[in-house]
C-alpha cells in the first residue's frame, strides 16, 4: 500500500520521488531532505546468495527494493536501500529474536563491528539506475550480561542489522563510532543520498 509522507500528503499526486521502505525510520530520515515523496513498501526475499560477499548483497538488495516497485511507478525516483553487520566474516542482518539479538551483542562487546549500506536510486522514466555502498564502523563498549539483556528488553531491536537502533537507546552500547555520515546506521545515508539526488536533477537545496 501507498503511503504519502506526513509533510507531502497534499503534493502526492505530483511527487517524483518513492522510498521503496516502510520503515518509519528511513521516512524521519527522508523528511530532513524536506522533497515531497511516497512510500511503497517491497516484497522481495532477502537471504544471501551462495558464496555472495557483504558488498554483493547490499548491492543486490538496494537495487532488487527499487526494482520491486517500480512497475507501480513509472515516472519516477525509487530509493533502495538495506544493511548488514559484518563480524568475523559472518554476515548479520536483523536477528528477529530477542536471543538472537543478545548473542549478537554478545559477541560485539568490546569489539569492532563493520555496517554497510547499499543505497540505489533507480530513475523508472529512462531506465538508469546508481547504486552506492556506505560503509561505518562501530566500537562497542565492553558489555556485561544484564546490560544486554536490559537493552534487548527495553528496545527490541528484533528488526535491526546488528541487534540495537542507534536513533534509540543502541547509542548507550557504543565507545564510540567512525564513518562519514552516522545516517546510514539508522538505513539511509543522507550525504550519499543528495550526491544522487543533485546528479539526478533533484537538488535538496534547488527548490524555491
Known amino acids: 500500500m501507498t503511503q504519502p509522507s506526513a509533510q507531502s500528503s497534499a503534493q502526492s499526486s505530483t511527487t517524483e520521488l518513492v522510498l521503496a521502505s516502510s520503515s518509519r525510520w528511513r521516512r524521519e530520515l527522508l523528511d530532513r531532505l524536506q522533497l515531497p515523496y511516497q512510500c511503497h513498501s517491497p516484497d522481495i526475499d ?53 536471543e538472537k539479538a543478545c548473542a549478537n551483542l554478545a559477541r560485539f562487546s568490546g569489539q569492532r563491528v563493520t555496517f554497510l549500506t547499499g543505497l540505489a ?30 537493552y534487548v528488553a527495553k528496545e527490541q531491536p528484533l528488526d535491526s542489522a546488528g541487534s540495537f537502533r542507534m536513533e534509540g537507546l543502541g547509542i548507550a552500547l557504543f565507545e564510540k563510532l567512525e564513518g562519514r ?18 546528479q539526478a536533477g533533484l537538488d535538496p537545496l534547488g527548490q524555491p
Do not use: W
Not at 56 to 74: E, G, I, T
Not at 181 to 198: E, Q, S, Y
Open 46 to 98: 532477502e537471504t544471501p546468495h551462495p558464496g555472495e560477499t557483504p558488498r554483493a548483497l547490499v548491492h543486490r538488495l538496494a537495487l532488487s527494493k527499487a526494482n520491486a516497485v517500480a512497475a507501480h511507478f513509472p515516472h519516477h525516483y525509487v530509493i533502495g536501500s538495506d544493511q548488514v553487520a559484518v563480524f568475523e566474516g559472518d554476515i548479520l542482518g536483523k536477528p528477529h529474536t530477542a
Open 121 to 150: 536510486l533507480l530513475d523508472t522514466r529512462h531506465q538508469r539506475h546508481q547504486v552506492h555502498i556506505e560503509p561505518f564502523e562501530v566500537v562497542f563498549r565492553t558489555l556485561s550480561t544484564q546490560e544486554i539483556e536490559t
Open 181 to 198: 555520515d552516522p545516517n546510514a546506521l539508522i538505513g539511509l545515508p543522507l550525504i550519499a543520498l543528495c550526491d544522487m539526488l543533485r
